[in-house]
């Protein structure tokens, strides 16, 4: 009976975890509303950067793989050091492990490192970017625990993953890897069969590495596409390269 009861209320537990304490109004971006003291519905750093990078030793050889989700402030800049040194997580992986097997088993897929290990890049992404997103700060959460947070931003992440196929976006237009595109005309297909407003960029020999997706944020995490704030002259002519990992 005890025990019964242990599992039911670790059960409610668990049912209650990773939950907003607040419902936000998603009518404004939130660079409009800066100033708000509600920085769990109002991101205080509210243009969102959602890269995707092409990285041909990592497999699937037809799906971009996740670099990150940045959120830069209004006024274009963002923090090279995180925004809150005391949520300096380490071993992101076996955190995830722990807490959501499903969701370290799709991150190992579709969130691969291309040197070191996973987890060493998902700190990485999370002490640098994910601790810039007040949305998901601790107070914005139900009887918060620690990582809820974490959680949540691994979980956002990965939901635009899931959202967006650029490689199909690309693919659709005729651009497919092995072949010399304008960045113009990649970015024209990325608009017209993703929806998204993106930089493509390429490494200093010219050769694609990278989408960069913008957007704005509206309450907690709904993200609303817009044209990025800057438009560099660079990559007008880049090689796609084929992966060149083994089908499997
Ligand atoms: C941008 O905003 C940040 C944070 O408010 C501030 O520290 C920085 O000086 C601003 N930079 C520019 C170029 O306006
Ligand atoms: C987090 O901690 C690690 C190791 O102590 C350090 O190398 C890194 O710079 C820190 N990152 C941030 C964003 O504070
Ligand atoms: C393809 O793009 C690469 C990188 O910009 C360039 O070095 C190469 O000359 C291009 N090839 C053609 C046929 O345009």
């Known amino acids: 009976m005890l025990s019964k009861s242990i599992a039911l209320l670790f059960l409610a537990g668990a049912t209650v975890a990773q939950q907003f304490s607040q419902v936000c109004p998603i009518t404004a971006p939130a660079c409009s509303l800066q100033g708000s003291a509600n920085t769990c519905c109002v991101a205080k750093d509210g243009w969102i950067v959602y890269a995707e990078t092409w990285v041909p030793s990592v497999t699937p050889s037809n799906k971009f793989t996740i670099h990150g989700l940045w959120p830069d402030r209004c006024n274009g800049t963002w923090s090279d ?72 931003y691994f979980e956002i992440v990965t939901a635009q993953h899931a959202k967006y196929d650029f490689y199909k976006a690309l693919a659709d237009e005729g651009i497919v890897p092995g072949a010399n595109y304008t960045r113009s005309s990649m970015e024209a297909a990325l608009n017209k ?36 704030d800057y438009n560099p002259n660079d990559c007008q002519n880049l090689y796609y390269p084929p992966k060149t990992v083994k089908k499997c």
């Open 193 to 228: 069969n993703a929806g998204i407003r993106s930089l493509v960029r390429c490494d200093k020999t010219g050769t694609f590495t990278e989408v960069w997706a913008y957007f704005d944020i509206l309450g907690q995490d709904t993200f609303l596409p817009r044209v990025p």
């Open 81 to 152: 050091s995180g925004c809150d040194a005391s949520r300096n997580y380490t071993s992101t992986g076996d955190i995830v492990k722990a807490r959501n097997p499903d969701l370290f088993n799709l991150m190992n897929k579709i969130w691969q490192s291309s040197s070191g290990p996973n987890s060493d890049f998902w700190d990485h992404e999370w002490n640098k970017h994910g601790t810039c997103l007040t949305t998901i700060d601790p107070q914005c959460f139900v009887n918060y625990q620690k990582y809820d947070e974490l959680i949540k």
